[in-house]
């Protein structure tokens, strides 16, 4: 069974940047698709970015795009979310989850999931 470990979150001023690291253990991670979803108390959680192990294909939720980068190292089985330019309501839980196989960003997906990393953007 995988098994996800999330890293990297804290908090940081706006503007800043972050790297998130999701380390995946007790299974292959070859055909996954790994996803960073983000949680709010009171609020629906959101696909923030995901990738595909099979075809390098990533996604961006629009609320993301162009300050967020995901990547992935096959080898050590880590995916890693870089945040960049960082607003405060970029503040929830990180959570690294996987699905066997491809699919679309949505959380409805995925079974396996990580604990949560918590970032915070205040001043």
């Known amino acids: 069974q995988l098994r996800l470990v999330e890293s990297g979150g804290g908090l940081v001023q706006p503007g800043g940047s972050l790297r998130l690291s999701c380390a995946a253990s007790?299974?292959?991670?070859?055909?996954?698709?790994i996803g960073w979803f983000r949680q709010v108390p009171g609020k629906e959680r959101e696909g923030a970015s995901c990738i595909s192990f099979t075809d390098n294909i990533a996604y961006f939720a629009p609320s993301v795009k162009g300050r967020f980068t995901i990547s992935k190292d096959s080898t050590e089985k880590m995916v890693y979310l870089e945040m960049n330019s960082l607003k405060p309501e970029d503040t929830a839980k990180y959570y690294c989850?996987?699905?066997?196989?491809?699919?679309?960003?949505?959380?409805?997906?995925?079974?396996?999931w990580g604990r949560g990393t918590l970032v915070t953007v205040s001043s």
């Open positions: 989850a996987a699905h066997d196989g491809y699919v679309v960003c949505d959380e409805d997906y995925f079974a396996i």
């Open positions: 007790g299974g292959t991670f070859d055909d996954y698709t």
